[in-house]
């Protein structure tokens, strides 16, 4: 018999819906009958692509007698860490305080049954007693022993975690801090260069992950005016040692384009095979700007191949963007992935084969479990000098080579695709999308981008509310604070490019919708949670990254770019207060906070404002050369004639002086220069103020 799972729509919990475990969904009538039965509730909290989750899926819960052991003793849920980013955020930082160890997946806690508040956990367990780890089986019987013995133990320590989640809502007063400055700023720079691996780029050590939101601090300090020509200098080698690295190691798919999760080794070679959706739209944007700052060819290649993978492999027919792929293929991890020597010969000519050879680094030892895992152990330069060829033949012989083996590769079998639609995961790849676009020049990604954002508006933003997550033509779960701030950040990013009525419409609301229902008026910031949902434990006010940026980060950046561009006092007003509320979070950690410290930059050094109105046709040869460099501090919108009805009130002062020509408009903070109708003026102006605000 199938257990409760059976109607759910998460892939990753319908690979538990055969399991002999009687596993229960997370909602009321589950929690409540936890309550009834007075039994503790085993929650176990994973994702469709996590290695170990299936690892404890296979050895525990697909074992009768574990089974039957979980069944006779809990009430057994299972949560997706992607649909309930809520819970899994609440419940890793519970298992934090009570292990004193960093969590990750799978997560495996024991709750009390009224409350949900876990007295015991850990992540992976094996089946029995290895690696310093107790066995699962013995694990539960003790577990529930304890829990029907020890009643007020258990109620006390509750008690006394639910201390330590109140004592984390109690945040600076707003009124304490005078003045917001650029000494984060300052200490960041100072604490990523004292950890950043100057060999080989990214932290220090192993394993190495890639932390989209710490390389976007490298890069805006390429650029920063609180620091000195050479720190910036400095910057700019850190960003582009960690890119170079990452674009020529294993970490990133040389066959089929995208990035994998993180490389087990400290140079980048040999991967953790998931590939997830967030990591590959923030470093595609990421990527992009460093193309923009840096022409690095090594940098377009990436940004083709990964964009061309992202529409070819992860875009649904419907629009939006799938979530992961699978490490494992065929029960074992990097199946598909690695390759024979036996393998490639067929497949490629005697000259292919002999490029491919030192390029890959065939002519080595086999680097992961008597297989190659491919990455590039020559650059293209030395390589052609090496062989005695042209460089462009070279070039175009890789190419081939590499186009050979994915139609060759793309016969095994496919590592399971994890085809839910996050639409927090979707904002991040349509900004990376978008970004990749315009600096390639290649509308058919921005197109891609355009496809996954309408698909959003149209299938889970419904009644003036965003949701969560969409598979099988459902969409569900109220959405979250990224939720909001990831898509907002998309939106601004797409509008500076393509200027559409209904999604400005869209932003318009998406924003006011954050400060209606996620905002601590009182104290500033915003809740991981709107106003009217579900509170497990505690309502947090997220303020650090993780993998992916802050959502408070995010949040506020958007508010100060749009509180400028509409002169909205009340947007300016909330992205202070939410700077003022994590100031002491910030000061004592910056590295942990580079979403907040980006915000907390373009506080103290506003936006470029430029403002381009015209006739379509007419406003593209001034749009272009508007996105030449890398601009952290600019936002440019070029506005058509027919939009008049669908601005606020703020940009309505932004009129064409001449309806057959472009009138540009350039404003520094508070301060616009007279409107601009010669081209050639407007180009000279753009690189005076290239200076200042690249």
């Avoid at 793309?410 to 600096?439: C, F, H």
């Amino acid at each position: 018999m199938k257990n409760h799972l059976q109607n759910e729509t998460s892939p990753y919990l319908l690979q538990h819906v055969d399991n002999p475990v009687d596993w229960h969904p997370w909602n009321k009538d589950t929690l409540d009958r936890a309550s009834q039965e007075k039994k503790p509730i085993l929650l176990s909290i994973g994702y469709s692509a996590c290695h170990w989750c299936h690892v404890m899926a296979h050895e525990s819960f697909e074992n009768k007698d574990t089974a039957l052991i979980m069944n006779q003793h809990f009430i057994n849920v299972k949560v997706d860490r992607e649909e309930r980013p809520d819970l899994d955020q609440i419940y890793q930082l519970a298992q934090q305080m009570l292990t004193g160890r960093t969590g990750g997946w799978p997560l495996t806690l024991f709750l009390e049954p009224t409350k949900q508040v876990p007295f015991f956990g850990g992540t992976y367990f094996p089946p029995e007693s290895r690696y310093g780890l107790p066995g699962f089986k013995d694990l539960l019987q003790q577990i529930s022993q304890y829990f029907h013995t020890n009643s007020s133990e258990i109620y006390a320590q509750n008690s006394r975690l639910l201390a330590a989640f109140r004592n984390i809502d109690k945040r600076i007063q707003i009124d304490k801090v005078s003045s917001l400055d650029f000494s984060p700023l300052k200490k960041s720079q100072e604490e990523l260069s004292q950890s950043f691996d100057f060999q080989y780029g990214g932290m220090k050590g192993a394993p190495k992950f890639p932390n989209p939101p710490i390389i976007e601090r490298y890069l805006n300090e390429t650029i920063g005016s609180y620091l000195t020509k050479e720190e910036q200098q400095q910057s700019t080698t850190k960003l582009q040692i960690t890119l170079d690295y990452m674009a020529l190691g294993g970490i990133y798919d040389q066959i089929g384009g995208g990035f994998y999760r993180y490389s087990v080794d400290g140079k980048w070679q040999i991967p953790h095979f998931e590939k997830m959706l967030y990591d590959n739209g923030q470093l595609l944007f990421l990527y992009s700007k460093a193309y923009s700052l840096l022409k690095t060819k090594l940098y377009r290649r990436v940004l083709l191949e990964t964009g061309n993978w992202v529409i070819r492999e992860m875009q649904s027919p419907e629009g939006g963007y799938y979530s992961s792929l699978d490490a494992d293929s065929e029960g074992h991890e990097g199946k598909y992935y690695v390759w024979s020597e036996k393998e490639i010969q067929p497949i490629l000519d005697d000259s292919e084969y002999q490029l491919a050879n030192q390029y890959f680094g065939l002519d080595q030892p086999s680097n992961f479990e008597d297989y190659w895992h491919l990455h590039c152990t020559i650059s293209e330069e030395i390589l052609a000098q090496k062989l005695e060829l042209p460089l462009d033949s070279t070039q175009k012989q890789i190419i081939t080579i590499k186009e050979k083996l994915r139609v060759a590769r793309s016969n095994r079998i496919y590592p399971t695709r994890d085809e839910k639609i996050l639409t927090s995961w979707n904002g991040l790849m349509i900004k990376g999308m978008v970004t990749a676009g315009q600096v390639l020049d290649q509308p058919n990604f921005i197109d891609s981008a355009e496809k996954a954002l309408r698909f959003i508006h149209n299938n889970l933003w419904i009644n003036d509310r965003l949701l969560a997550t969409y598979k099988d033509k459902k969409s569900r779960y109220p959405a979250y604070l990224d939720d909001y701030a990831f898509l907002i950040d998309a939106l601004i990013t797409l509008l500076q490019i393509r200027w559409k009525d209904e999604l400005f419409t869209f932003l318009i609301q998406l924003t006011d919708t954050v400060l209606t229902h996620f905002e601590n008026k009182d104290q500033g910031g915003f809740y991981f949670t709107a106003h009217d949902q579900e509170v497990p434990i505690s309502r947090l006010i997220p303020l650090t990254d993780n993998a992916t940026p802050s959502g408070n980060g995010v949040m506020t950046y958007n508010l100060i770019r749009l509180g400028h561009l509409f002169d909205n006092m009340a947007y300016l007003e909330a992205a202070e207060r939410c700077l003022k509320t994590s100031w002491f979070s910030v000061q004592q950690t910056p590295h942990a906070h580079c979403s907040l410290l980006k915000a907390l930059e373009l506080y103290l050094y506003p936006p470029e404002i430029i403002i381009l109105r015209g006739p379509e046709s007419a406003l593209i040869p001034w749009h272009r050369p508007a996105f030449e460099h890398h601009m952290q501090r600019r936002i440019v919108l070029a506005i058509p004639l027919y939009t008049n009805k669908y601005l606020p009130k703020q940009l309505e002062k932004y009129q064409p002086i001449n309806l057959n020509g472009v009138t540009a408009y350039i404003c520094h903070g508070q301060t616009c220069l007279a409107p601009i109708t010669e081209f050639e003026s407007f180009k000279s102006q753009l690189k005076g103020s290239n200076q200042n605000y690249l």
